[in-house]
């Protein structure tokens, strides 16, 4: 069982910068992969940042590209979402999901075994 903690969420204002952790507690020895998704009111959940535990490489969406960055810090079992360059457009509850295998597409929620309880990140213009 893996247990999965986000914090760092805020407002800030737009170009501005926030640091999202992701605390992951239990038995996290078999995941194999680990990302970010948000959700704004009335939208689809969507990935935002996936990082491949295994094979220590990252990927993003499009709309984030260049702008955040996913990392993490195996000493503390944390990941970290840095963003940059924040627009109102990121404006969303940002979760933190784990993946224990690959079961079709790394973009999709459903592929997700654990989620956190997300944090709101709210960008003004």
């Known amino acids: 069982q893996v247990q999965l903690v986000e914090s760092g969420g805020g407002s800030v204002q737009a170009g501005g910068s926030l640091r999202l952790l992701c605390a992951a507690s239990?038995?996290?020895?078999?995941?194999?992969?680990m990302a970010w998704f948000r959700q704004a009111p009335g939208k689809e959940r969507e990935g935002v940042a996936i990082?491949?535990?295994?094979?220590?490489?990252?990927d993003y969406a499009d709309s984030v590209k260049g702008r955040f960055t996913i990392s993490q810090d195996n000493a503390k079992n944390m990941v970290i979402l840095q963003m940059t360059s924040l627009k109102p457009e990121d404006t969303a509850m940002y979760y933190c999901?784990?993946?224990?295998?690959?079961?079709?597409?790394?973009?999709?929620?459903?592929?997700?075994?654990?989620w956190g309880q997300g944090t709101q990140v709210t960008v003004s213009s």
């Open positions: 999901a784990a993946a224990l295998r690959y079961g079709g597409s790394w973009w999709a929620p459903d592929e997700y075994d654990y």
């Open positions: 990082i491949y535990t295994g094979l220590l490489s990252t």
């Open positions: 239990g038995y996290t020895a078999n995941i194999n992969s």
